[in-house]
């Protein structure tokens, strides 16, 4: 290729380096440059070996790039951090004579050493790339789980795994079943929810067929009142809105469409996540291509186009015809077929080598141009919630509002809020279009939780449209919390939404201030600096021979299991006796500041004493001596039979009966969020603390683990951030001052680094596994000394986050199984009266 094509061509050029071993030879003038797989040039894998260009940067300046590569400096293109193809100068001015195809070749084999058959030699083709099944192995176990893009329908999604990268998926239903319905889906989730680019070949539906189909499913208007060209002023603003996202659905609909045209623009979309055909026409038409006998040619032509670019390639049939569809190179097959009941369509899923993997049940709304799960509600959602009200006890138009301000960000139009919260918003609105109230409830906790750990929303008019779409909500959750600390812990991120209204509705008195990572936190400390933690944490990840995976690319954030991952997996203790009573008093600090503070009431029954205030030293520091973690990515591992103690990750359980008053669930507030079959995610703390808790006969049997994601266990990869850390603490909790508030400051910064939760925050790290694991054993170590202390007869009061516990003591002694003192693991004890105020520190 000429240095211009491929400069347009390089992500494509770069894949086909990466999957197929490909070598390009690329000219630019005189100078001659290869494109080249990294096996052909081993030392490119060595860090810092050569100059190397992120693909975005190497794109931009690729003419430069191929100049020094010709003169005999090899540039190596690299993705996030990681080495994936090289520019080597060619052996050789290659004869003007051969093909550019040839020449490749040709200068492939003088600079690459690759073995080339004689044979493939002879017959001018390029070498065969040999794989030894160590290689498969090892990229099965590194490369995480292989599924894509999905339909946005649970149900179905379950069934297929996604739409897997490098593998034509054919959809076939019969004329009037909506199969073209189910390409659309893939479509809209891919680009408005995961915001990743689509080309959508419409051999059949012309363009504007397809935008009045996307405005129908996102609104729920009616789609032949659309067809006609009536707009409501709702539907105006979603088509405005869903404008900003015309740079990630892309579509062709031009006339005389064929598979080879498909297969020649794909190439040259970059990050390119998905292609969709619709549709192949079964009868013959002339003046469609896609159609008749030209269609087995064609899924050949699409299916090796899936698996030259490896990117997953669906097309629409419209028939079920078992002898057409045996024609066709289809790696998966899914059929909708109608039944007896008309609100009902079945989908099988059929793979190439092991026929039928499973089915699932679609709900057709064809009148809005979509499918539903079966679980969902009849789709008049906007009647149906004028009548019902909503969660939360906002009005009943508020879902709807808060799914239209969403869609400024899930549609990929504006940014400036976090992932967590997009994604959340984008499963709010699936829910309200479906007029799911079951899954407004259930995700409404999730919603406030990820929104509340936005400081502020973006200052533009969508984003004070979407605070203000959040707004009743969060007094909602105000209005239904107070009065106790334990109904407000009932929905996990309210506090901070509501935190405003609250003040304004009572007296004034704010909560204390949040404390947030901020830009320029995730740079090393200076020189000379009290306590460089973050220099400490990421020498002490480094320094694992396991090669940990500190940050998950952008691309894969957005999917399973890191969005299965939340703040509410530390399962940190909320806990207060049934018999006392926690009120949240009004208190003015020494500087003057208002803020609440805990009061504890108890009864008379108790008799006398005093209650002993436990604050815990270096609850976080501490856990990082031996948390479980998997340094690499999480696979995904299903159902097991038993817990693998050489495994860690998360896991999918039962919430386990627990029959004890006196002590709080050992899981926490994570039993507040259970999914429709009463289940929750868990870290490895908590799931060897309850085989341990059933070992012990405390629970009735081990929770069964219904799903996980897992990678080999290490329990020393922070261990050297925590020698450090506590050698530190030693040195100077004596000296105290500004030098120990350094110290503090810095330890907190880094420990939180390890998950960011603004798109903006840049940090070293981005693995919120490794941050919730280390929360929750620091979790589980609190609750584990404190229900030792109930078991030898201490009466515990309240236990709090991961460092507070408050004992009830009639002889003024704290519980043995605490140890008094500075260092870590160690406690500080206050004693004082029931019905005082728990002051600073100590809540």
């Known amino acids: 290729m000429n240095v211009t094509a491929a400069r ?9 380096a990466e999957e197929d071993g490909r070598t390009t030879l690329i000219h630019k003038w005189q100078d001659r440059a290869l494109l080249a797989p990294l096996d052909r040039f081993p030392a490119a894998r060595k860090t810092d ?35 994936v193809a090289v520019l080597l100068p060619a052996a050789a001015p290659v004869a003007s004579a051969l093909s550019s195809d040839a020449a490749a070749h040709s200068g492939a084999a003088s600079a690459g050493g690759a073995v080339n058959s004689q044979r493939s030699q002879d017959r001018g083709g390029a070498p065969r790339r040999l794989a030894t099944l160590g290689d498969v192995v090892g990229s099965a176990l590194t490369s995480g789980p292989a599924g894509g893009p999905g339909f ?27 199969g073209s319905l189910l390409g659309l889906a893939a479509a809209r989730r891919t680009a408005l929810v995961d915001r990743c680019t689509v080309l959508y070949a419409a051999s059949g539906p012309n363009r504007d067929d397809i935008f009045r189909r996307i405005i129908s499913a996102e609104t729920g208007g009616d789609y032949p009142r659309l067809k006609q060209g009536h707009l409501t002023e709702h539907e105006k603003e979603v088509a405005r809105q869903l404008v900003q996202a015309g740079d990630l659905l892309l579509i062709d609909d031009g006339s005389d469409l064929t598979a080879e045209d498909v297969a020649a623009t794909a190439p040259h979309m970059e990050g390119l996540a998905l292609v969709v055909v619709d549709r192949l026409q079964a009868a013959h038409s002339a003046r469609l291509p896609l159609s008749g006998e030209r269609l087995p040619d064609a899924s050949q032509v699409l299916a090796s186009l899936a698996r030259t670019l490896h990117v997953p390639v669906l097309a629409v049939v419209d028939s079920d015809d ?65 009548d019902t009200g909503t969660p939360g006890g906002a009005s009943g138009t508020a879902p ?68 203000a779409a959040l707004r009743p909500y969060g007094a909602a959750a105000s209005a239904g919390t107070a009065g106790s600390a334990r109904q407000a812990d009932a929905v ?226 922070f261990k050297p951030f925590y020698e450090a850390t506590r050698k530190a603490r030693t040195e100077l909790v004596q000296a105290g001052g500004d030098p120990y508030k350094a110290y503090k400051t810095r330890l907190s910064i880094a420990l939180r680094l390890l998950w960011p939760k603004r798109q903006e925050q840049r940090s070293p790290f981005w693995r919120p596994d490794w941050r919730m694991s280390m929360v929750a054993e620091a979790s589980v170590r609190h609750w584990s000394v404190a229900f030792r202390a109930v078991q030898q007869g201490h009466t515990l009061l309240a236990l709090r986050n991961v460092d507070a516990a408050v004992f009830w003591t009639p002889d003024g002694t ?30």
């Not at 190497?58 to 430069?64: E, I, L, R």
């Not at 605490?818 to 100590?842: D, M």
Request: glycine share 8%; charged share 25%; with cysteine.
């Open 8 to 16: 347009t061509a390089l992500y494509s050029l770069v894949r086909l």
């Open 49 to 83: 070996a050569f100059p190397a260009h992120v693909l975005s940067a190497a794109q931009k300046d690729f003419g430069d790039l191929v100049t020094l590569a010709a003169q005999g400096q090899p540039q190596v293109l690299v993705r996030n951090t990681t080495p």
């Open 152 to 178: 946005g329908l649970p149900g179905l999604d379950a069934v297929t795994g996604g739409l897997q990268p490098g593998r034509l998926t054919v959809v076939a239903a019969a004329p009037n079943v909506g």
């Open 322 to 386: 078992p002898a057409l569809l045996g024609l066709l190179d289809a790696d998966v097959l899914m059929t909708l077929t109608a039944t007896a009941d008309p609100a009902k369509v079945e989908v099988t899923v059929t793979e190439r080598d092991f026929g039928a993997i499973g089915s699932a049940c679609l709900q057709p709304d064809l009148l809005h141009a979509r499918f539903l799960d079966m679980e969902s509600g009849p789709p008049d959602q906007a009647r149906h919630l004028a």
């Open 400 to 467: 709807l509002e808060l799914a239209e301000a969403a869609l400024a960000y899930t549609s990929g139009g504006h940014q400036g809020i976090p992932a967590a919260l997009t994604h959340e918003l984008a499963a709010w609105r699936a829910a309200a279009v479906g007029d799911d109230q079951e899954a407004l409830k259930e995700i409404l906790p999730s919603l406030l939780h990820a929104a509340a750990a936005v400081p502020e929303m973006p200052d533009t008019p969508e984003g004070h449209r979407l605070a």
């Open 492 to 717: 996990p991120g309210a506090p901070a939404l509501v935190a405003a209204d609250h003040a304004q509705a009572s007296d004034g008195v704010a909560e204390d201030d949040q404390d947030d990572l901020k830009p320029g936190d995730e740079e090393d400390e200076p020189e000379g600096h009290v306590f460089p933690a973050l220099r400490i944490l990421k020498d002490a990840v480094g320094r694992s021979k396991m090669h940990p995976v500190r940050v998950i690319r952008l691309e894969e954030r957005d999917r399973d299991p890191w969005t299965l991952i939340s703040e509410d997996m530390d399962g940190e203790p909320r806990w207060v006796h049934p018999d006392v009573t926690l009120t949240r008093v009004p208190h003015i600090k020494a500087n003057g500041k208002r803020v609440r503070r805990d009061q504890l009431d108890l009864p008379d029954s108790f008799g006398e004493g005093v209650m002993c205030l436990i604050d815990r030293n270096g609850s976080y520091p501490s856990a990082c001596s031996a948390v479980p973690l998997a340094p690499n990515k999480l696979l995904h591992t299903g159902p097991l039979d038993a817990f693998d103690k050489t495994k860690a990750g998360i896991y999918l359980i039962d919430i386990p009966q627990w029959h004890r008053t006196d002590m709080p669930h050992p899981l926490g507030r994570l039993i507040e969020r259970p999914d429709a079959q009463g289940r929750v995610w868990v870290t490895t703390p908590h799931i060897k603390q309850l085989e341990k808790l059933a070992r012990e006969g405390h629970l009735d049997a081990a929770p069964a683990i219904h799903d996980s994601w897992t990678g080999k266990a290490n329990e020393s990869l």
């Open 814 to 843: 704290p519980p043995a199984t605490y140890r008094i003192g500075t260092g870590f693991g160690e406690v500080k004890a206050k004693f004082i009266r029931p019905g005082q105020i728990i002051l600073e520190g100590e809540d």
